[in-house]
């Protein structure tokens, strides 16, 4: 989402720079109205880069922090503070993980998070159900809600439209033009195991009663192997597809396939951009009903809202909607309405743009 808002304050004029890290070496690219800079990394721990070539950041008027970013969130502590650099921070999600993980993520978000939220010259929320839901946020939002600004991540609603089905998509893939198509999208790797709900997707799948109906998974990441096994254990064979990472930009046909998306979430979810991508074309979700993705598309009116982890309701959810073609029509119409008005990514260029202005402003 950094590079999509990115990409909108630079149409509006701004010259802007992306920092992320790299998965081999370093390297710098133009994507569009935006320089993408990808920096090496020393180590990762999981999927926390150790980034110190961000120590050499200089030249901005501002720097927008996209947190969790562990490793590289304390640098632009310190830089802000060395420097008097000011800026502003987009708190996208807890950090959650059972076991020895979780302790260590208890331990980071005690030591660090304290300090990076009161330093930052202002707080972005992508929604305020899942920010007051935040064990982290929660208790700031109630001392300090001045210090905070809802801006949700956008969608370009060109690019994420309604489109009918590719029936040569589904001939690459062997799947039947006639078929129902159900779609997930998201990261399926160790860090999103416990949150992502796949094996609940999966349990669901194998009750429902119509054989034919055929379920795509894109993401990549660990996990998929194991997932793939499951599959095969609960006898869905050839019902389920796993096709591994996939391009945003490349993502709408995807999604033109799909009768329903399905983000089956089990814990906390701020957010939920693949509902509103979905939504974007025209799509019916199903959702969790967890703070923040259910806002989002409870205002969105496009689509239902199932029970974390509840095997039966999500099964049920899924089979009523396949099973309903006037009701899958109807929340895609109304899920792209209500897109439209609160989540075109045309809107969040201005939003970012006044709360740099505002901050700049006090400097």
């Known amino acids: 989402m950094a590079l999509q808002n990115a990409r909108s304050l630079a149409r509006l004029g701004h010259e802007v720079t992306v920092y992320t890290a790299a998965a081999g070496g370093a390297?710098?690219?133009?994507?569009?109205?935006?320089?993408?800079?990808?920096?090496?990394?020393?180590?990762?721990?999981?999927?926390?880069?150790?980034t110190p070539h961000l120590l050499g950041l200089s030249g901005y008027d501002i720097v927008h922090l996209h947190y969790p970013f562990?490793?590289?969130?304390?640098?632009?502590?310190?830089?802000?503070?060395l420097r008097n650099w000011p800026y502003v921070l987009t708190y996208h999600n807890d950090l959650i993980s059972p076991g020895l993980k979780g302790l260590l993520f208890s331990a980071y978000e005690r030591l660090w998070a304290g300090p990076l939220m009161r330093s930052a010259e202002k707080l972005i929320v992508t929604s305020w159900g899942g920010a007051i839901s935040s064990h982290v946020l929660g208790?700031?939002?109630?001392s300090a809600p001045s210090h905070f600004r809802e801006i949700p991540n956008g969608v370009d609603m060109g690019l994420f439209s309604p489109a009918t089905r590719d029936v040569?998509?589904?001939?690459?893939?062997?799947?039947?033009?006639e078929h129902p198509v159900i779609l997930f999208v998201g990261s399926m790797d160790s860090a999103h195991h416990p949150k992502g709900g796949v094996s609940v997707l999966l349990e669901a799948l194998a009750r429902l009663g119509d054989s034919n109906v055929v379920t795509l998974f894109v993401g990549g990441g660990d996990k998929i192997g194991a997932y793939a096994a499951r599959a095969a254990e609960l006898g869905l064979g050839d019902r389920v597809r796993f096709l591994g990472a996939v391009p945003n930009e490349a993502l709408p046909?995807?999604?033109?396939?799909?009768?329903?998306?399905?983000q089956p979430s089990l814990l906390f979810e701020p957010f939920g951009l693949v509902a509103v991508e979905a939504m974007a074309c025209g799509r019916p979700v199903i959702v969790s009903d967890l703070p923040g993705v259910r806002n989002v598309v409870s205002d969105a009116g496009g689509g239902l809202l199932?029970?974390?982890?509840?095997?039966?309701?999500l099964a049920a959810k899924i089979q009523s909607l396949l099973a309903n073609a006037g009701l899958r029509a109807r929340l895609g119409v109304a899920g792209r309405a209500g897109v439209r008005d609160r989540y075109d990514l045309e809107?969040?260029?201005?939003?970012l743009e006044a709360t740099y202005m505002e901050v700049l402003a006090r400097e």
Do not use: C, H, K, M
């Open 27 to 50: 390297s710098t690219v133009e994507a569009g109205e935006v320089t993408v800079r990808r920096l090496r990394t020393l180590a990762r721990v999981g999927n926390a880069p150790l």
């Open 70 to 81: 562990i490793f590289g969130a304390e640098i632009v502590l310190v830089l802000s503070r």
């Open 139 to 142: 208790p700031l939002i109630q």
């Open 168 to 177: 040569r998509f589904l001939d690459q893939l062997g799947v039947p033009r």
């Open 253 to 262: 046909p995807i999604y033109a396939a799909a009768d329903l998306v399905v």
């Open 306 to 313: 199932a029970a974390p982890g509840d095997v039966s309701d």
């Open 347 to 351: 809107a969040v260029g201005p939003s």
